[in-house]
């Protein structure tokens, strides 16, 4: 069920429609995908709980996986222990064939725009409405950008104070994305008035030349009050994850892009299983091998450190690499020891990337990736 408001102010982004030459309801494969990712995504949530809410040492709960810890694999469909997916990881590094050798990307090669070594550079991010944010993004000479329907995204509610007839601002976004690059604005001007002036925007980058973009969803705990299944909100992931590939699909192609994502702070490979069942639905669903729809992932809990391997490992049909970062990354430190009489805490304010933990941070995450990219 889909909130009046919205349908009448968004109509294109639901209903039916034709996508890769099929036949596709955007409603249905909401209400689908969140019936079953549903549980998957509450035990997830309730571990990240269950764990916050431990009374052991920190040493003791958030050490590494025990070797024998048993992970599902969404490619074979076994279960692997936490020891084979390290070993296959030194196996590739080494270039060891063995039954437990794995590698990012093996199934579906990395398009060259979207290559982290081929296509190097800033990636910006920031919201996709107004429309002035998203003409600024498809202008800008960095090689990536972000649609953001996460950090810096505008609110998926209507703020406190707000005018009735505002636009909820995700969907504003994810409308403007869509007639973005289908092409409607490439010979248009969008003037809006700012600070009592009139001003005027156009798209002056070529469509070829466009910043190569990877849509940012909510992360797993963020639900949608104004897109119900059951009775109950659907997940922002699903949601957001559906309208950008349904909506955008057929124009990227035409573009000779694709559908990419950047995933907000994995912290366990439970987590992970969700996205990549997700996708691979999505995958199914659009007629395209799976792993297509290639992701980039946020490591920036310290949590998922000690199980990143294996995080990387259950997204490896897709994984383009993960990033790091400063604030939340030493947020989650204080979270972690935050129930430790003897703890001392980082300054976030004053502890920065080159600083020694921060820089071990950085350097674990290069090799992890380098050995799981050869």
Do not use: C
Request: no cysteine; charged share 25%.
């Amino acid at each position: 069920m889909i909130r009046a408001d919205i349908l009448q102010q968004f109509p294109e982004l639901f209903g039916k429609r034709r996508v890769n030459g099929r036949e596709l309801d955007v409603d249905e494969v909401i209400a689908t995908l969140t019936r079953e990712l549903r549980p998957a995504i509450a035990q997830a949530l309730a571990a990240r709980r269950e764990l916050l809410a431990s009374p052991k040492p920190v040493r003791e709960k958030y050490g590494w996986l025990g070797w024998d810890e048993q992970l599902e694999d969404p490619v074979t469909g076994r279960t692997w222990t936490f020891r084979e997916v390290v070993q296959g990881l030194v196996d590739n590094f080494l270039g060891k064939e063995s039954k437990v050798r794995w590698r990012l990307n093996d199934e579906v090669p990395i398009p060259d725009h979207v290559h982290p070594t081929k296509n190097p550079g800033l990636e910006l991010t920031g919201p996709w409405a107004p429309l002035d944010m998203a003409m600024n993004a498809l202008n800008s000479a960095a090689p990536v950008n972000m649609p953001d329907f996460e950090d810096a995204a505008p609110p998926h509610f209507t703020p406190e104070g707000a005018p009735a007839n505002q636009p909820l601002g995700v969907f504003a976004a994810m409308q403007n994305s869509k007639e973005l690059q289908e092409g409607r604005w490439n010979e248009k001007a969008y003037e809006v008035a700012k600070k009592g002036k009139k001003r005027s925007y156009r798209i002056a980058t070529p469509q070829p030349r466009w910043p190569t973009r990877l849509a940012r969803p909510p992360s797993l705990h963020i639900v949608y009050d104004h897109v119900t299944v059951d009775g109950r909100p659907a997940p922002g992931l699903v949601v957001i994850a559906t309208l950008w590939a349904l909506s955008n699909h057929d124009a990227l192609a035409r573009s000779g892009s694709g559908v990419y994502f950047y995933i907000p702070k994995l912290q366990t490979p439970r987590e992970a299983l969700v996205v990549e069942r997700l996708l691979s639905r999505l995958e199914e669903l659009v007629g395209v091998p799976v792993g297509t729809y290639k992701v980039k992932m946020l490591y920036e809990e310290g949590n998922a450190g000690r199980q990143l391997p294996a995080i990387v490992w259950t997204l490896r049909r897709r994984l383009l690499g993960t990033n790091v970062g400063r604030w939340d990354y030493l947020g989650s430190l204080i979270e972690m020891w935050k129930d430790d009489p003897n703890a001392i805490f980082p300054d976030p304010q004053s502890v920065g990337m080159a600083t020694p933990n921060m820089m071990a941070y950085q350097r674990y995450n290069a090799l992890l990736m380098l050995m799981a990219g050869m």
